[in-house]
């Protein structure tokens, strides 16, 4: 089992940067490919990144592409979504979720551990 706790939402003006941090414990997630997801109200949970536990491959949703970076340090069983440029239509609660597999998905039924979310608003 992984348990996944995600840090570092909150309010901030449009153009502006967050980092969000997830962390991992009950297990070590070095093989794990880790994904992050985001649900606005009354929308579905949709794909934001994913990296390979490689640490190299990584795949970003169209909508976030040039704006978002993924990273892990496996040392720290930590995974970073480092946004910048943030918009409005960024804000969500964002979440974490680890997969079984080294190579990354953009399908929620692939990944069993997600996290419980952490908010992120960005005001206009």
């Known amino acids: 089992q992984v348990q996944l706790v995600e840090s570092g939402g909150g309010l901030v003006q449009a153009g502006g940067s967050l980092r969000l941090s997830c962390a991992a414990s009950?297990?070590?997630?070095?093989?794990?490919?880790m994904g992050w997801f985001r649900q606005a109200p009354g929308k579905e949970r949709e794909f934001v990144a994913a990296?390979?536990?490689?640490?190299?491959?990584?795949d970003y949703a169209d909508s976030v592409k040039g704006r978002f970076t993924i990273s892990r340090d496996n040392a720290k069983n930590t995974v970073y979504l480092q946004m910048n440029s943030l918009k409005p239509e960024d804000t969500a609660a964002y979440y974490c979720?680890?997969?079984?597999?080294?190579?990354?998905?953009?399908?929620?039924?692939?990944?069993?551990?997600w996290g419980q979310g952490t908010q992120v608003t960005v005001s206009s």
């Open positions: 979720a680890a997969r079984n597999f080294p190579a990354t998905s953009r399908a929620k039924s692939e990944y069993p551990y």
């Open positions: 009950g297990r070590a997630i070095s093989s794990s490919s």
């Open positions: 990296i390979m536990s490689n640490r190299v491959t990584r």
